[in-house]
């Protein structure tokens, strides 16, 4: 069975940094490209990054670029998601998801930006 | 970059009806879109892929069509279970882009 855990959320003040993982199983993650996605409380659903099955090429959305890295470790089957200079308006419930098609979603995990 | 333009954003129905979501690409897109259900306080679930595929294990009567670059989700006969909000996604171009969402309640 497909599993994609999210950790690494919290309460972070404006202009920290933190670093999401999302631990992978059930599939080969090195044959797979990865999505961040967020959502923010009673909002839709907004794209942050995408990172190739190698690592080789990243995309991300134009509010987060130069703040965000996204990362991945395919021998330890993990997504990463390190987030700097972190703003309030990006409290959310950010996901892991599978593909660029995004046919696999993790639980989530809140990241709280507040002082 | 491509907006994905969703509608309408809420809609109120009742069981057994037919209901369509409608989702335009400012520019083509070819058939790479999906569609998505969120039930309240839980992850969104891949329903549609390549514009008309159903994923596995998706009631037949969730189906998806395009035309150009507008597509459709149509729900054949609403059961209970699908009262929730539904998200197209277009995964062809960087920067990847969701629409706004609709938000299907019971009338």
């Known amino acids: 069975e497909v599993q994609l855990v999210e950790s690494g959320g919290g309460l972070v003040q404006p202009g920290g940094s933190l670093r999401l993982s999302c631990a992978a199983s059930g599939f080969t993650l090195s044959t797979y490209w990865m999505t961040w996605v967020r959502q923010a409380p009673g909002k839709g659903l907004e794209w942050v990054a995408n990172?190739?099955?190698?690592?080789?090429?990243?995309y991300y959305a134009d509010s987060v670029k130069g703040r965000f890295t996204i990362s991945r470790d395919n021998a330890k089957n993990s997504l990463y998601l390190q987030m700097d200079s972190l703003r309030a308006e990006e409290t959310a419930v950010y996901y892991c998801v599978r593909g660029v098609g995004n046919d696999k979603w993790g639980q989530g995990t809140l990241v709280t930006v507040s002082s | 970059d491509i907006q994905m333009t969703q509608s309408p954003s809420s809609l109120s129905a009742s069981v057994g009806d037919r209901v369509t979501i409608t989702c335009r690409a400012s520019q083509g897109i070819g058939n790479d879109l999906g569609w998505y259900q969120q039930k309240p306080g839980t992850a969104p679930k891949r329903l549609m892929y390549?514009?008309?595929s159903l994923q596995n294990g998706v009631p037949s009567r969730f189906s998806g069509n395009r035309s150009g670059t507008e597509f459709t989700l149509t729900i054949s006969s609403l059961q209970p279970e699908d009262f929730a909000t539904y998200y197209c996604?277009?995964?062809?171009?960087?920067?990847?882009?969701f629409g706004g969402g609709t938000k299907v309640e019971i009338k």
């Open positions: 990172i190739k099955e190698d690592g080789s090429e990243k």
């Open positions: 390549a514009a008309s």
């Open positions: 996604l277009q995964y062809n171009t960087f920067p990847l882009s």
